[in-house]
């Protein structure tokens, strides 16, 4: 079982109530998330109940959104884990890493780069072959419209 450290005195803690209203979820899924070991809680109460950090709803929120968007909770966990072997300065990756879903697949922004958090791929967009695409599209739109009002003209001469 993950050692819990003692909270500051300056932080503050939420309770899983507190957590569920802030958040947007139930306590279900808060639940879930800390037995399958989404997201755990920092601290633990005498008694064994979850007491959650700012930290902790910066990453539950993050997995909310990816959620919402789509992506299974065993993937943002195979994620998770993934990422802390790529990036092994990145204890957080929900809450340290910029992480956008498309589709079923994670893409994580990070320094100036960005790739997929389960293969570790890097993703390349380059914006000059987008460009490319756009002109050639608008050429042809061009070129059709041209041609539609052409033959719009012989029909109404005729």
Partial sequence: MEQHKTPSNKESLFSASQICTIAGISR??????????????THR??????????SDLISIRAAKKLIDAGVSVQRIR?????????????KRPLEELTLVATGDVILVFYEDTAFEALSGQEWILDIADVQRDVDKWRKKTSVIG?????????????
């Fill in 78 to 90: 195979k994620s998770i884990g993934q990422l802390k072997r790529i990036l092994p300065t990145i």
């Fill in 28 to 41: 279900r899924q808060l639940q879930y998330w800390d037995q399958s070991g989404l997201i755990n809680p």
């Fill in 146 to 158: 041209k041609f539609r009002k052409v033959k719009a003209v012989a029909v109404n001469n005729s």
């Fill in 45 to 54: 109460t005498g008694g064994g109940h979850g007491r959650y950090t700012f």
